[in-house]
């Protein structure tokens, strides 16, 4: 059971989704600032895969204000990558096959490892350039990922002996775009395959904050908010935040569509200026324990 002596007091996770995830989390913790509730500075910054970006930028010492400039200007080069129909009708394919979670992992899993066109270092290639620390941040930072070989989950942080580009290529090797990343024994993927925040594995934080641009990835795959209930039952003071109608119009349908990310990003802005004070009561200690649900509005 996570309370405060035993474990990180606060942990911000921070999930995947693309270049309009990336750009609403950060208008989310701007807002949150604007209202004096500062995510950045949690025990534990916690992401998988566009998620990771953002949780070294803030382990850098970066401020939700001035990421939020950067992408309302478009100031800053994010990954370009080229996800075509195709890719995207083989990804459904996989993750909509099954009604069963594991069965589901493991057909993703396949679709990985099918991926040999493309090397591994193609993926450091193009994930490298937009790494914003040079090695692992001194503050706690965990990165997402799941071996393709076993389906297990994993966090990657600065004590497993893993450099940090190879950490951060796994967390990004989202099939068929990317194959695994070989690390150890295993052959690691996206983290996001399995669940677009991995929440449920920060079960020795007392309190915890989840940023989830995608509620509930494709497939028979767990939703963020299952996973924030996950925490609630293991003690962890926890609450959930997901794009409400004007924050999913905003983003889209093309997650990768630059244009989009100034958009998502002032979405983002207003919804964490809005519950903020939600926020403020899991952050602090001082509000209701349990997770709160955002409703769509």
């Known amino acids: 059971m996570a309370n405060e002596a035993n474990g990180p007091t606060t942990a911000l996770v921070l999930g995947g989704g693309g270049l309009t995830a990336y750009g609403w989390q950060v208008g989310v913790l701007a807002g949150l600032a604007d209202a004096g509730v500062h995510l950045g500075d949690a025990d534990v910054l916690a992401g998988t895969s566009a998620g990771s ?121 989202l099939p068929p775009l990317f194959p695994p990343i070989t690390i150890g024994k295993g052959r690691w993927m996206d983290g996001g395959v399995r669940s677009a925040t991995n929440a449920d594995l920060l079960t020795d934080c007392a309190r915890v904050v989840v940023l989830a641009p995608i509620p509930k990835a494709a497939g028979a795959t767990p939703s963020a908010q299952s996973q924030v209930r996950t925490l609630t039952t293991h003690g962890t003071r926890a609450t959930l935040l997901t794009p409400d109608r004007a924050s999913r119009q905003a983003f889209g349908r093309n997650p990768l569509n630059a244009a989009r990310i100034p958009g998502a990003a002032r979405e983002g802005r207003r919804q964490g200026r809005e519950y903020a004070e939600v926020v403020r009561g899991v952050w602090d200690g001082s509000g209701p324990p349990g997770h709160e649900q955002f409703p769509d509005r």
């Open 53 to 173: 970006l953002l949780a070294l930028d803030l382990a850098k010492g970066s401020a939700p204000a001035d990421l939020y400039t950067e992408q309302i200007n478009r100031e800053r080069p994010m990954i370009d990558v080229d996800f075509t129909l195709a890719m995207t009708a083989r990804y459904l394919w996989a993750a909509l096959g099954s009604r069963d979670p594991d069965k589901t992992l493991k057909r993703l899993s396949r679709l990985a490892l099918s991926v040999r066109d493309v090397p591994e270092t193609a993926v450091l290639e193009a994930i490298g350039p937009h790494i914003p620390v040079p090695d692992w941040p001194e503050r706690p930072v965990r990165l997402f990922a799941v071996d393709a070989l076993t389906g297990t989950p994993t966090a990657f942080t600065a004590t497993d002996g893993v450099d940090l580009p190879h950490a951060m290529a796994a967390t990004c090797a």
